[in-house]
Each structure stands twice: as structure tokens, then as C-alpha cells.
């Protein structure tokens, strides 16, 4: 079974300033995708970026990017310009391209944002 | 619809008590999840519908729990004689099902449980 790692249960970052947050995950497949969720105190899980295995280049969203790993089994997200609105728990997932294989999600990091 | 619906957002009940919760997923999304959500812990999957296939149960916790959906539209999360372990924020979510750009899972605002 797949499972999701995510080392940093918490983290903070100045404003304006950038910051990493680490995922790893186990699988033996070669075909499937990685999300990154937001979950900000209104517990709204919000989709911030993902990335098809099958696909090189790092995904982008606006402040967001990942550092894609396939070898290494890492998908770490980048923020950028850090924001107050930024301040959430952020889950890793992985999801098996294979017909009908269910989301796994890591145990998250708290993000917390310093004015 | 717009979004995920999920009702009650909050739900308070005495142990031993049944609840229900109810998920309306997005109009056209085929697949559905639940998960359970702990304070301060990561999402604890439940179950998953896709179409008319069967659902997978492999994550609910005891015989106490069990969901339904109706073909491609309400599903509803029933917990049997509430114990105080039971509360936590369940989790709806909702997608499309295929490849390219179908994977994404859509939330729902998650209904609050406490049990007393």
C-alpha cells in the first residue's frame, strides 16, 4: 500500500520570506498523481497545486511551485512571497492513476505565518 | 450544484445516540469520499463510491458505521450507538473520475461531530 510522509508537523515563515514544505511517499507504480491541500482554521480543504508523475517539469500555481522527485519519491511545495493568508494545515496526497485506487494523504504541516 | 454540501456543519449528541450526516456531492461528479478528521490530526479515510461499482469499505472503523449513496448523488454517513471517540470533523469530498483533470478532489466544509 502507498503511504504519504510529511516530517515537518509544524513550520513558520516571515512574511514575504519563502518557505518548503516536505513530503515523501512510497509506491511501486509509476503512474499517478501528487496534490498538495490547503486547510485553512475554516477547515475548507482547498486544492493549492498538483503534479502528474508521468509529466518533468515542476508544476506551478502562482505563489506556489513543487520540487518533483519522481526517483527520490519527493514532492516538496515551495511558497513564495509568504502570505498571512497563507497560515494553514497543508496535506501531501497521492493518487494511483489505476482504475478506481483511492486518495492517501500525509499528516500534514502546520504552516503558521509571522507579521 | 456550486460546491460540495455537507449538513449539519455541527452536530452534538449523547453517547449511544444515532447521527446521520449527509454529503451532496457536485452534479456530474461519479465518485465520492469520506473521510474522518480528528482535532489537530490528518484525514482517516473511510469509505469511497465510484458510479455503480461496489463501494470500498476498507476504512471504516467498526460495524457502527456504515454510508449509501444513491447512484451518482446524495450519500449519507450513518454512525450507530455514538461513543466519544466518534467526534471528529467528517469530511465529504467529490470528483469527476478518468485522467486528465478529473482527479481532483473537491471538499465539503465538513460536519462537526461531538459526542457528549
Known amino acids: 500500500a502507498q503511504t504519504v510522509t510529511q516530517s515537518q508537523p509544524e513550520m513558520s515563515v516571515q512574511e514575504a520570506e519563502t518557505v518548503t514544505l516536505s513530503c515523501t511517499y512510497d509506491t511501486s507504480e509509476s503512474d499517478y498523481y501528487l496534490f498538495w491541500y490547503k486547510q485553512p482554521p475554516s477547515r475548507q480543504m482547498i486544492l493549492v497545486i498538483r503534479q502528474e508523475a508521468y509529466k518533468q517539469q515542476n508544476a506551478t500555481e502562482n505563489r506556489f511551485s513543487v520540487n518533483f522527485q519522481k526517483a527520490a519519491k519527493s514532492f516538496s511545495l515551495k511558497i513564495s512571497d509568504s502570505q498571512l493568508g497563507d497560515a494553514a494545515m497543508y496535506f501531501c496526497a497521492y493518487r494511483s492513476a489505476v482504475y478506481g485506487q483511492n486518495f492517501v494523504f500525509g499528516p500534514g504541516t502546520r504552516l503558521s505565518v509571522l507579521p | 450544484g456550486a460546491g460540495v454540501s455537507q449538513s449539519p456543519s455541527n452536530k452534538v449528541t449523547e453517547k449511544g445516540k444515532d447521527v446521520e450526516l449527509r454529503c451532496d456531492p457536485i452534479s456530474g461528479h461519479t465518485a465520492l469520499y469520506w473521510y474522518r478528521q480528528r482535532l489537530g490530526q490528518g484525514l482517516e479515510f473511510l469509505i469511497y463510491?465510484?458510479?455503480?461499482?461496489?463501494?470500498?469499505k476498507s476504512g471504516l472503523p467498526s460495524d457502527r458505521f456504515s454510508a449509501e449513496r444513491t447512484g451518482e448523488s446524495v450519500s449519507t454517513l450513518t454512525i450507530q450507538r455514538t461513543q466519544q471517540e466518534d467526534s471528529a470533523v467528517y469530511l465529504c469530498?467529490?470528483?469527476?473520475?478518468?485522467?486528465?483533470?478529473?482527479?481532483?478532489?473537491?471538499f465539503g466544509a465538513g460536519s462537526r461531530l461531538t459526542v457528549l
Open positions: 469530498a467529490s470528483s469527476l473520475f478518468g485522467r486528465s483533470g478529473a482527479n481532483v478532489l473537491t
Open positions: 463510491f465510484q458510479g455503480n461499482s461496489a463501494p470500498d
